[in-house]
């Protein structure tokens, strides 16, 4: 049906402390919106993991401050030259549209931007002894120092750059080494930016990758003793057996959401439907923080409905690399098939479809259901893609208590000028954040982001509270 997505099949190396190891048993990355192999990477080999981690750990990095700096800084310079080349590797290896890994390029420009900065800035602080009568006329002061041992990440294949880059850049401006296991569904990306950091300068004892079977190499990488701390964003049933195996290792666990956008009457509605629609379908709808509830008062649910669907229906999805496509595929035919098992199900429960529910392969159209109820599958649990399910309802107690009803809480978007709603829902919303008239998924790549409950332990992301997550704290003192 298309010209053959490549010419050639790209047969991609491990990253081992720089050098470029490959394997005879490999596994293939398929370009989802045709179903072609686009390129092998290698399955490493226990022995090969060992070697990262004991590389990792063996290595001291002498980096200043102005070295990591600069590392940082001419990365995202090579980055930004690049940003075409990245952009079609991720269309290719996540079937996400051009604009939506256009856009994954230039976040990624803005993590390197913010990780090299504050590489620059210390953040020890300093304590007089003397506030007490028990007190002395000392100080102690702190210290932020990188682990003794290695950190290992482990990435979900969504943001096959940013994912990767959010763990990647703060521990080189903390100056760790780091083994990154990369999602094998879209492995190519982060090959691509341990390359950029290479050639940037960094040493390259500070960064592997290692691809290949979790099933047969993610144990080594959550209990060897060359690990001190393991970063993981990716489901809940991974996150949860990670929690479980890796023990007595730091743990960060970026885990599922199941992000409400909850409107209120006072709403400006053709702003909230703008937000619905954008947080719903944007990357495929494959965000953690996609807005994947709607929750809608039922005096301006039938409005709001009526523009969600026009802007849903005006939507251009199809092939990938059409630069005038809005979305492209989710990530296989296998999670489309998902989708639209789950939306039947709720169809069959009572709920009205008033658009989409489409599939071919795993091209799965934008979709709208109408009174959904809480209790349905489609929003109890993660709709990891472009569905927007409205959910109806009469008070901010009952919009409160529907969105704290799963089990998530990652992200949350609330539309309303009323002061006392918008407290309310700061106040008694379980989950990470809030953000008032902007979808669920709004940051910037240093504030502190992360979720509670099964979307998380409560410990952020973001480069700065991960570059605080990657260090140790001594604290020394001294007689002046
Ligand atoms: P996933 O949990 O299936 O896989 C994530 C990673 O875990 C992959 O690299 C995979 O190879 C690895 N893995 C598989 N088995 C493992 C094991 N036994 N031990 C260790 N690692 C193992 O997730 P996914 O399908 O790639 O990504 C989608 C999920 O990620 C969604 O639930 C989404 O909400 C979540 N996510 C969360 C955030 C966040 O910041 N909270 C961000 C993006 C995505």
Not at 51 to 58: G, H, Q, S
Not at 169 to 192: C, F, G, M, Q, Y
Not at 222 to 242: E, Q, Y
Request: aromatic share 6%.
């Amino acid at each position: 049906m298309n010209a053959p997505a490549v010419e050639a099949i790209r047969r991609e190396s491990l990253r081992i402390a720089g050098e470029k190891v490959h394997r005879d048993r490999v596994i293939e990355v398929t370009y989802p919106f045709t179903g072609e192999v686009i390129a092998t990477v290698p399955k490493a080999t226990i022995d090969d993991v060992r070697r990262a981690l004991r590389i990792a750990r063996e290595f001291k990095s002498s980096l200043t401050r102005h070295d990591r700096y600069r590392i940082l800084m001419r990365a995202g310079e090579l980055v930004a030259q690049r940003k075409d080349e990245i952009s079609r590797t991720i269309t290719l290896e996540s079937g996400l549209s051009r604009k939506d890994s256009l856009y994954e390029v230039g976040r990624a420009s803005d993590v390197l931007l913010f990780a090299a900065n504050q590489a620059l800035v210390d953040d020890g602080q300093i304590f007089s002894c003397d506030l007490t009568p028990h007190g002395k006329s000392r100080k102690v002061y702190t210290l932020k120092e990188p682990l003794l041992g290695a950190i290992v990440a482990i990435t979900p294949f969504n943001h096959p750059l940013n994912q990767v880059i959010h763990k990647v850049a703060p521990a080189v401006a903390t100056n760790n080494r780091i083994v990154l296991k990369p999602s094998e569904k879209t492995p190519l990306a982060a090959l691509i930016l341990a390359d950029i950091l290479y050639e940037a300068g960094l040493p390259p004892e500070m960064l592997s990758v290692v691809t290949g079977d979790p099933a047969e190499i993610a144990d080594e990488l959550l209990t060897s003793d060359d690990v001190d701390l393991v970063t993981f964003t990716g489901g809940v049933a991974i996150g949860k057996h990670i929690a479980a195996r890796a023990v007595y290792k730091r743990q960060i666990l970026e885990l599922g959401g199941n992000d409400p956008l909850i409107v209120m009457e006072d709403a400006d509605i053709e702003e909230a439907a703008t937000l619905a629609a954008a947080g719903s379908y944007k990357n495929s709808g494959q965000r953690c923080t996609a807005v994947k509830r709607m929750l809608v008062h039922e005096s301006v649910a039938d409005q709001f409905t009526e523009l969600l669907l026009e802007k849903t229906l005006a939507l251009k999805y199809g092939d990938p690399m059409d630069e005038s496509m809005d979305m492209g595929t989710v990530i296989d035919e296998a999670a489309a098939k998902h989708f639209e098992a789950v939306v039947n199900e709720a169809i069959a429960q009572g709920a009205r479809l008033l658009a989409g529910n489409v599939r071919v392969g795993a091209l799965y159209s934008p979709t709208v259901l109408d009174r959904v109820d809480p209790d349905m599958r489609v929003v109890r649990q993660e709709t990891f893609g472009p569905v927007s399910p409205i959910i109806r309802f009469g008070s901010i107690d009952e919009a409160i208590r529907i969105s704290n009803g799963t089990a998530y809480g990652l992200s949350s978007a609330v539309c309303t000028n009323r002061l006392d709603y918008i407290t309310r829902f700061v106040r008694e919303l379980h989950v990470g954040t809030v953000n008032v008239r902007e979808v669920p998924g709004y940051r910037l790549e240093m504030t502190p982001f992360g979720g509670i409950k099964d979307s998380g332990l409560g410990y952020k992301e973001g480069v700065l509270e991960a570059m605080k997550s990657f260090c140790n704290t001594k604290t020394y003192s001294l007689p002046w």
